[in-house]
């Protein structure tokens, strides 16, 4: 398990170092003179230069890569083009809001999509399926600026029951800013739901139709014994491989929830900087939800380790026993696990 780990964190840093340079070279290629995004149009030429020097954009790339990478290492993110100030605290404070909305979204839908992917699983080809099915399947594909704005009318502005805007200021209390993130996690539970729902769904009428269900039935196991000790926990594999894909979006690609809400995450963050032409706010950004999609990934895997033993088993090195299993299960999983 060690030699898996150690592997999985190299994997990791390869895949955030190739990210940082995709990331660093898009950032420079990108149109517009940091300069003149900073003082503006009527700003003389030699003003202009003079700024950019200042700045060390006009330095050669593979230095400016090389002092950027270098200043990761030691915690400097780099300092701000437009407020002049170093970047971390920025983007620390937006991930932090980001984060908080994410794991409250989280908290919601995630409960919410197994449970209704199970039960439509349970009671496939009936009434509870298509409606849990058809709702998911629509709830996917309306926007988040439709839902958010039809919960702001309905609950903010018609009803008065919660806050539309998600900040509720400095020194608020946990209780006051749970009630002002209501509004904009609920667009994002309806986004999710249809996607969990149907892969649960999925996972678990595979797993209902496989023989080791079938033998735990016929040995008399109860009903609740079979569902949780053996199908759940083969058919929650690629459910939480699709949930920790969904990290990254929750994170980082919330920029029309955050703008309609006015919250100040990492979303709305990247957007500004790369308006601006700030880059290395927008690097750095970037490079944190890069970081926590990678982690998220790798924590995924560890769960689909510690769930499944055939993936254990090989994880370690060993080759488990040869014994009879859902198909469709295992191939799943050997998917996500890769």
């Known amino acids: 398990m060690a030699t898996f780990l150690v592997r999985r964190l190299l994997l990791m840093l390869l895949t955030?170092?190739?990210?940082?340079?995709?990331?660093?070279?898009?950032g420079q290629v990108l149109p517009g003179?940091?300069?003149?995004?900073i003082l503006g149009n009527l700003a003389s030429q030699s003003a202009v230069q003079n700024l950019d020097h200042q700045l060390g954009v006009d330095r050669p790339l593979i230095a400016r890569y090389l002092s950027w990478l270098g200043g990761l290492f030691h915690g400097d993110m780099?300092?701000?083009y437009s407020y002049r100030s170093p970047v971390a605290p920025f983007v620390w404070s937006a991930l932090i809001n980001s984060l908080k909305?994410?794991?409250?979204?989280?908290?919601v839908v995630v409960p919410l999509g197994i449970a209704g992917g199970v039960a439509a699983a349970l009671r496939a080809g009936r009434l509870t399926d298509r409606v849990i099915s058809i709702t998911g399947l629509s709830l996917a594909t309306v926007p988040e600026f439709v839902s958010g704005i039809v919960v702001i009318v309905l609950f903010g502005v018609t009803w008065k029951l919660l806050p539309v805007s998600a900040s509720a200021g400095a020194g608020a209390s946990p209780g006051q800013q749970f009630r002002h993130l209501i509004l904009p996690a609920i667009p994002l539970v309806f986004v999710l739901f249809g996607y969990i729902a149907r892969m649960a769904r999925a996972g678990t009428i595979d797993a209902?139709?496989?023989?080791?269900?079938?033998?735990?039935?016929?040995?008399g196991l109860p009903a609740r014994t079979v569902l949780l000790r053996h199908v759940l926990r083969n058919s929650l594999l690629p459910t939480i491989t699709v949930i920790a894909t969904q990290s990254g979006y929750l994170i980082g690609g919330?920029?029309?929830?955050?703008?309609?809400?006015?919250?100040?995450?990492i979303g709305g963050l990247i957007y500004k900087a790369a308006q601006a032409k700030d880059f290395p706010m927008l690097e750095a950004g970037v490079l944190t939800v890069g970081v926590v999609y990678a982690l998220a990934t790798l924590a995924?895997?560890?769960?689909?380790?510690?769930?499944?033993p055939r993936l254990r088993a090989e994880a370690i090195g060993e080759r488990?026993?040869?014994?009879?299993?859902?198909?469709?299960?295992?191939?799943?999983?050997?998917?996500?696990?890769?």
């Open 16 to 26: 955030l170092f190739l990210l940082s340079l995709i990331v660093f070279l898009a």
């Open 33 to 37: 003179d940091p300069g003149r995004a």
């Open 78 to 80: 780099g300092t701000s």
């Open 101 to 107: 909305l994410a794991a409250l979204a989280f908290v």
């Open 208 to 219: 209902l139709a496989a023989d080791y269900t079938r033998t735990a039935v016929l040995k």
């Open 254 to 265: 919330l920029v029309v929830v955050e703008t309609l809400f006015n919250y100040q995450g």
């Open 300 to 308: 995924a895997d560890l769960l689909l380790i510690a769930l499944s």
């Open 320 to 338: 488990p026993a040869r014994r009879r299993a859902a198909p469709a299960a295992d191939a799943t999983t050997s998917g996500a696990s890769a």
